[in-house]
């Protein structure tokens, strides 16, 4: 089972938006709505930040937000700041065994 | 308060057994799906298994088919991951998550490490 497909890295300044990709097909992202966003800092366990496509967990800022068209799920942050410098995962339902996580990208706050 | 803590992790040598225990405390274990995750170390995730509510279904990623087997004991709030016939690509944090199609909560992780 191949993973999705996530840039390796993605960078930008504080203050600034920026927006992490995370591509598929139809057996998984472009089927389902069961695609979700996790964020890791170094050492630590991932946090859920977007389920659903483009919901929100109580207690993630509204800075996080998450959308999909076709195969590409997309999350986006706005108004980077330096503690969402980590590493991002996506994952999705799949038909093909049940779960699959993306590559992951690590966000650079410059 | 959500509490999620797995034990049992360890050095094995490339085909030995071992057996990983999640116990979870302050959330609803019996009606909610439950999730393994593994990261082996410097890499991304990997899912490797999840478990309906009752145990009826289990779901697992190939490369661990006929080697891991999940369970749970919903009396006792626990999830469990038989692992047999260890290769040294099993090497990694192993960690414990509420949920199906997302996890909520997780643990810190347990470290197992395949190695002669």
């Known amino acids: 089972q191949s993973a999705l497909t996530q840039p390796a890295s993605v960078s930008g300044s504080p203050g600034q938006s920026i927006t992490i990709s995370c591509t598929g097909s139809?057996?998984?992202?472009?089927?389902?709505?069961?695609v979700s966003w996790y964020q890791q800092h170094p050492g630590k366990a991932p946090k859920l930040m977007i389920y659903?496509?483009?919901n929100r967990p109580s207690g993630v800022p509204d800075r996080f937000s998450g959308s999909k068209s076709a195969n590409t799920a997309s999350l986006t942050i706005s108004g980077l700041q330096a503690g969402d410098e980590a590493e991002y995962y996506c994952?999705?339902?799949?038909?093909?065994?049940?779960?699959?996580f993306g590559g992951g990208t690590k966000l650079t706050v410059l | 308060e959500v509490q999620v803590v797995e034990s049992g992790g360890g050095l094995v040598q490339p085909g030995g057994s071992l057996r990983l225990s999640c116990a979870v405390s302050?959330?609803?274990?019996?009606?909610?799906?439950m999730t393994w995750v593994r990261q082996a170390p410097g890499k991304g995730l990997e899912w490797v298994a999840n478990?309906?509510?009752?145990?009826?279904?289990?779901y697992y990623v190939e490369s661990v088919k006929g080697r891991f087997t999940i369970s749970r004991d919903n009396a006792k709030n626990s999830l469990y991951l038989q692992m047999n016939s260890l290769r040294a690509e099993d090497t990694a944090m192993y960690y414990c998550?509420?949920?199906?199609?997302?996890?909520?909560?997780w643990g810190q992780g347990t470290l197992v490490t395949v190695s002669s």
């Open positions: 998550a509420t949920g199906g199609y997302s996890s909520v909560w």
């Open positions: 302050g959330f609803s274990f019996s009606s909610n799906w």
């Open positions: 478990i309906k509510p009752d145990g009826s279904e289990k």
């Open positions: 139809s057996s998984d992202v472009g089927g389902y709505k069961y």
């Open positions: 659903e496509v483009s």
């Open positions: 994952s999705s339902y799949t038909t093909n065994t049940f779960l699959v």
